[in-house]
């Protein structure tokens, strides 16, 4: 299916597929803060001393794979300006 597109509906999948990953990212960002939220309201270090442990380490690792996200978003932002900018300036 992907052999009889041409450029331009290429250049529109890949626009496509990249909103939806930007799209699928945010609700990432977004369960990670409610997540944290949820267990600072509720909480659950002070009351499951035992996951007290894996709390730290999930609140840590989130940290990093928060940054990660943005950074993956950032990444994918900036090729789709670039990527834009080549349909524009080639088109005229």
Same mark, same amino acid.
């Given at each position: $299916?992907? *052999?009889?597109?041409?450029?331009?509906?290429?250049?529109?999948? %890949?626009?496509? +597929?990249?909103?939806? @990953?930007?799209? !699928? #990212?945010?609700? #990432?960002?977004?369960?990670?803060? @409610?997540?944290?939220?949820?267990? #600072?309201?509720?909480?659950?270090?002070? &009351?499951?001393?035992?996951? %007290?442990? @894996?709390?730290?380490?999930? &609140?840590?690792?989130?940290?990093? !794979? +928060?940054?990660?996200?943005?950074? $993956?978003?950032? *990444?994918?932002?900036?090729? $789709?300006?670039?990527?834009?900018?080549?349909?524009? @300036?080639?088109?005229?």
């Amino acid at each position: $299916m992907l *052999s009889d597109l041409n450029q331009e509906q290429l250049i529109a999948l %890949a626009h496509l +597929l990249a909103g939806i @990953f930007i799209l !699928y #990212n945010l609700f #990432n960002i977004i369960f990670i803060l @409610f997540g944290e939220y949820l267990i #600072n309201y509720f909480k659950l270090e002070d &009351k499951f001393p035992k996951l %007290a442990l @894996f709390i730290r380490l999930r &609140k840590k690792l989130q940290r990093y !794979y +928060l940054i990660f996200i943005i950074l $993956m978003m950032i *990444s994918i932002l900036l090729l $789709m300006i670039y990527t834009n900018f080549l349909i524009l @300036f080639y088109s005229l």
